[in-house]
C-alpha cells in the first residue's frame, strides 16, 4: 500500500528556510493531490498546504506569503519550503495523501495515509 | 475561515464504556466531516469520511453521524487501543480547517 515518508533538518535557525520532502512509496504520486500539516507542541492540527501531481498549489491565507510547495513526478516525491520562520514554526510536520472518498453517494475529500510526521525545532 | 469546534477538549474513559465526541461547523458544510486518530509517533489515521462512511480496515465500533453544523463520533465500546487523540476536519472549503482535538485517556 502507500506509505509516506517525511526527511528533512530536525532543527532550523530563526529567519531560515524550513525544508521537508515527503518520498512517496508503493504507488504512483500522479492523479492525486498531496498535503502537508503540521500540529505544534500542545496544539492543534493545522493545514499548511497541498499541491497536485501537475503543479498546482492551493496554500493557507496564513502562511501564503511564506510558502512554497512543489512536486517531482520522477522522484515521486513532494517538497515544502517555509521561508523566514521562528519558534512559532515549531511543530510536527506530516505530510499526506488529499484523495475523494466516497461511499453511497455521499463524498468528501480526506487526508489518508499520513507519514509518521517529523518534528522540526526552531531554534538559534 | 470555517471555523470547528470540538467538545470535549479531553475525557477520562474506561475499557468497554461508550464514548461521544461532538463537533461544530461555524457554517453548514453538508457531510464534507472527516475524523481522525492520532497516537504519538504513529501516523495518523483516518478513521471516518463524509460524516458517517467507515474508512476500510477500521473497527466498526467507531461510527460517525450529523450532517450540516453538528457532527458526532462515537466509539461504542472503548478498548485500550483507542487512547488517542480525534480531531474533526472539514474538507467543504479549499482551506481545509481541523478541530481543536479530544484526548480520551484512562
Known amino acids: 500500500q502507500v506509505q509516506l515518508q517525511e526527511s528533512g533538518p530536525g532543527l532550523v535557525k530563526p529567519s531560515e528556510t524550513l525544508s521537508l520532502t515527503c518520498i512517496v512509496s508503493g504507488g504512483s504520486i500522479n492523479n492525486y493531490y498531496w498535503t502537508w500539516i503540521r500540529q505544534p507542541p500542545g496544539k492543534g492540527l493545522e493545514w499548511i498546504g497541498n499541491?497536485?501531481?501537475?503543479?498546482?498549489?492551493n496554500y493557507n491565507p496564513s502562511l501564503k506569503s511564506r510558502v512554497t510547495i512543489s512536486v517531482d513526478t520522477s522522484k515521486n516525491q513532494f517538497s515544502l519550503k517555509l521561508s523566514s520562520v521562528t519558534a512559532a514554526d515549531t511543530a510536527v510536520y506530516y505530510c499526506?495523501?488529499?484523495?475523494?472518498?466516497?461511499?453511497?453517494?455521499?463524498?468528501?475529500?480526506?487526508?489518508?495515509?499520513w507519514g509518521q510526521g517529523t518534528l522540526v525545532t526552531v531554534s538559534s | 475561515d470555517i471555523q470547528m469546534t470540538q467538545s470535549p477538549s479531553s475525557l477520562s474513559a474506561s475499557v468497554g464504556d461508550r464514548v461521544t465526541i461532538t463537533c461544530r461547523a461555524s457554517q453548514t458544510i453538508s457531510t464534507y466531516l472527516n475524523w481522525y486518530q492520532l497516537k504519538p509517533g504513529q501516523a495518523p489515521k483516518l478513521l471516518i469520511y463524509a460524516a458517517s462512511s467507515l474508512q476500510g480496515g477500521v473497527p466498526s465500533r467507531f461510527s460517525g453521524s450529523g450532517s450540516g453544523t453538528d457532527f458526532t463520533l462515537t466509539i461504542s465500546s472503548l478498548q485500550p487501543e483507542d487512547f488517542a487523540t480525534y480531531f474533526c476536519q472539514q474538507s467543504y472549503s479549499t482551506l481545509r480547517t481541523f478541530g481543536q482535538g479530544t484526548k480520551v485517556e484512562v
Open positions: 499526506a495523501r488529499d484523495g475523494t472518498h466516497c461511499s453511497g453517494g455521499s463524498c468528501s475529500d480526506s487526508f489518508d495515509p
Open positions: 499541491i497536485y501531481y501537475s503543479g498546482s498549489t
